[in-house]
């Protein structure tokens, strides 16, 4: 599977999630985004960045909590939940925001 | 929300009507050769794969008895037909046991009995050929090897057991479930099924500690890798990740704070889960299984204790000795390996957990069995502990429980529906319609006592009804872990 963008093809995987991390520029994930019908406004970006900030230290997407904790701190306590995540990201803040962001897939029982 | 019909809650469970492969297309994706090699499988289907099949059908059947006994002794009673959630849920007659099995049992017949050999037609043996073989992979992906039908074949034929043999044959023609294999390869590569490196780790309980610390005022430890502790946890790596069940992973800590016991996680086994039990591979359970016991000894540890994670229960109980044993070096005192349910249960009949169950009085709540723990394990020293202790704990930690009927339960549980290596977005039909006869049963205490929780021992089945629930009308967050109503109903004592 593949995603095109500005005429250039970048490779996916079953689920859309990018095969090439280094391939992510924010109009990759504004397109996947578009893909599903989800138009991303500053506060998806707000996460989305989080992520990619995290990922970049640690290799791996933060955990739900680590997420919610820091989107409190950055957009005010009553966002620092995970229904907050939810309303932004309806599939799942892991699964799909991770999407958007480039990052792979979380596995395992989550 | 979904592109497929989500089945209707009942007042009772129904035999559906059947609907002839209602379910034929569903199928997870296939896993990749940079999956496959390292667990020991072809990349992809091999050219010689009737062949290649065969002999590993013939491997195992000399392998486990249990395995040909299974293929051998049904004699299509019917007892099983309507036991099984993913049958009750699809309508698909395939997904009755006794077809489940006799996907692989016609095959055998042909190739390794008299009578399928010489007059095939008269004992429903067929040759194995490419349908067969894309059927195997549909239908063996839609049982959960949960075990539930086995609990009413009056033989105790085991689909599961057949189910697992199936995936090795597929697995071992070059047809393996990219949701299983990969993460198997994960954690016997990173140490957990998510690829939580140690930094990730430490960094996520550094920031746990002082979150229960802002919330009680009192200093909870989750401490990783610390040499010389008395316990060392191992839990689903679901616990450091999501949600409900790092509110689990809060409880233990909470619990093991309290009672003053040393503890430590471990991030080289940073995984309880073994999902060699779900393609049936003996060698990559076994890989598994020995991450444990090597941290256990690297770290000095005198117990080893496992969080809420139903196979894990299952492997950990009763294979972990065969697997990685002896356990010599462990503290004789405790059992090898012991449950967190049976730590929390022992310190609350000794008196050494003070709790406060009105803590809790905003929920209703009942209890979920997790298949693993309910038929493939015990707890305690007595016959269905494993049913009786996470109820009695439940029962010290809330005011308002009611079990949900008596043949959904205990050892008739009902599957989440997403057991078994089947907890994967691609199987997302299949999970909604097998959660069905669960979901009834909740509605069933929720519309009779306004039961508006249900608490479960494994992080499948908390990812899996988080996901599945909302489907069903139920809110995403009804689903909680045990340890967490003990963490919020533990009164702390006041040290120093």
């Known amino acids: 599977m593949s995603i095109e963008v500005n005429g250039k093809t970048y490779e996916t995987d079953e689920e859309g999630y990018l095969a090439n991390l280094n391939d992510w520029t924010p109009e990759v994930g504004a397109a996947m985004a578009a893909a599903d019908d989800c138009e991303l406004t500053d506060a998806h970006w707000e996460v989305i960045n989080f992520l990619r900030e995290y990922y970049e230290e640690y290799q791996i997407a933060p955990a739900v909590r680590v997420l919610t904790k820091a989107i409190g701190k950055k957009l005010g306590k009553d966002k620092g939940n995970s229904k907050y995540l939810y309303q932004l990201f309806p599939y799942g803040p892991a699964k799909q925001a991770c999407k958007y962001a480039g990052l792979p897939k979380p596995t395992g029982c989550v | ?496």
């Open chain 2, 1 to 496: 929300m979904a592109d497929f019909e989500v089945p209707e809650l009942k007042e009772h469970i129904e035999i559906p009507e059947l609907q002839e492969g209602a379910m034929a297309h569903s199928q997870p994706f296939v896993s990749k050769e940079q999956w496959q090699q390292p667990l020991g499988y072809p990349g992809e289907l091999v050219e010689n794969w009737e062949q290649a099949a065969l002999d590993k059908m013939g491997d195992l059947l000399g392998k486990y008895r249990s395995f040909q006994v299974f293929l051998d002794a049904c004699v299509k009673c019917g007892a099983c037909t309507d036991k099984c959630h993913y049958f009750l849920g699809t309508a698909d007659p395939k997904n009755m046991p006794v077809a489940r099995q006799d996907l692989l049992r016609k095959v055998y017949r042909r190739y390794f009995t008299f009578a399928g050999k010489y007059f095939p037609k008269l004992v429903g043996a067929v040759d194995l050929n490419k349908e067969v073989l894309d059927e195997w992979y549909s239908y063996f992906h839609q049982c959960s090897q949960c075990r539930r039908c086995s609990v009413f074949c009056p033989y105790g034929i085991d689909t599961a057991e057949i189910s697992m043999a199936a995936r090795e044959i597929l697995d071992a023609v070059g047809v393996g479930q990219k949701y299983c294999n990969e993460i198997i390869h994960k954690a016997q590569t990173l140490g957990n099924n998510l690829g939580l490196p140690q930094p990730a780790l430490k960094d996520t309980l550094l920031d746990l500690e002082e979150e229960v610390e802002e919330d009680i005022g009192v200093p909870v430890r989750y401490p990783l890798d610390e040499k010389g502790a008395d316990v060392l946890l191992i839990t689903p790596s679901a616990d450091f990740f999501a949600e409900p069940h790092i509110d689990g992973l809060i409880g233990y800590g909470k619990v093991f704070h309290q009672l003053g016991i040393s503890w430590t996680m471990s991030s080289f086994a940073s995984e309880a889960a073994n999902f060699g039990m779900f393609i049936g591979s003996y060698e990559n359970m076994q890989r598994l299984a020995l991450r444990i016991r090597k941290a256990a000894l690297e770290l000095g540890v005198k117990r080893i204790v496992f969080g809420e994670c139903g196979h894990a229960w299952r492997v950990a109980y009763s294979f972990l000795n065969t697997l990685a044993g002896p356990f010599d070096f462990l503290d004789p005192n405790y059992p090898v390996p012991q449950h967190i349910c049976e730590v929390t249960w022992d310190a609350i009949q000794k008196g050494q957990l003070k709790l406060d169950p009105s803590a809790n009085d905003h929920l209703n709540v009942t209890f979920h069995d997790s298949c693993n723990v309910a038929r493939g394990s015990r707890m305690g020293n007595e016959p269905g502990g494993q049913f009786k202790i996470p109820r009695a704990i439940l029962k010290s930690v809330v005011n308002n429980y009611h079990d949900m009927p008596r043949e959904t339960i205990c050892e008739s549980t009902f599957c989440c529906g997403g057991g078994g290596g089947l907890l994967t977005d691609d199987l997302m039909e299949l999970r909604v319609k097998g959660a069905l006869p669960r979901m009834e049963a909740l509605k069933h205490v929720h519309d009779n006592y306004g039961v508006d929780h249900l608490v479960a021992i494994c992080a499948i089945c908390k990812s899996q009804f988080t996901k599945v629930m909302p489907y069903y009308g139920f809110e995403m967050d009804s689903i909680l872990s045990l340890h967490q109503l003990v963490g919020d109903a533990l009164v702390f004592d006041q040290h120093d």
